[in-house]
């Protein structure tokens, strides 16, 4: 059983940035693709951004694209999310989730964590 624990959500002005960062307990990360979804406030969860493997695949919702980067180091086992140019729109709960294929479906993904809220203040 892999258990994910995200960190680094919290409160960001508009044009801000934020890290977060999702580890695994009890088990090397390097086994699986992950990917990060999050859940605004009465919507549904959507993809936000996956990375393959050894990080040689990357994929981005068109929302965040060019304004968040996914990355991995394996040897520290963790996956990052860096959020740049924040907008009010991207205030959700950011989830972690690791599986054996990197798709934005939701289904595919054998684990998840508990979540970090980031909150984007105008």
């Known amino acids: 059983q892999v258990q994910l624990v995200e960190c680094g959500g919290g409160l960001a002005q508009a044009g801000g940035s934020l890290r977060l960062s999702c580890a695994p307990s009890?088990?090397?990360?390097?086994?699986?693709?992950v990917a990060w979804f999050r859940q605004a406030p009465g919507k549904e969860r959507e993809f936000v951004a996956g990375?393959?493997?050894?990080?040689?695949?990357?994929d981005y919702a068109d929302s965040v694209k060019g304004r968040f980067t996914i990355s991995r180091d394996n040897a520290r086992n963790t996956v990052f999310l860096q959020l740049n140019s924040l907008i009010p729109e991207d205030t959700a709960v950011y989830y972690c989730?690791?599986?054996?294929?990197?798709?934005?479906?939701?289904?595919?993904?054998?684990?998840w964590g508990q979540g970090t809220q980031v909150t984007v203040s105008s």
């Open positions: 009890g088990r090397t990360f390097s086994s699986y693709n």
């Open positions: 990375i393959s493997l050894h990080g040689i695949r990357t």
């Open positions: 989730a690791a599986g054996n294929s990197i798709t934005r479906t939701q289904s595919s993904y054998n684990y």
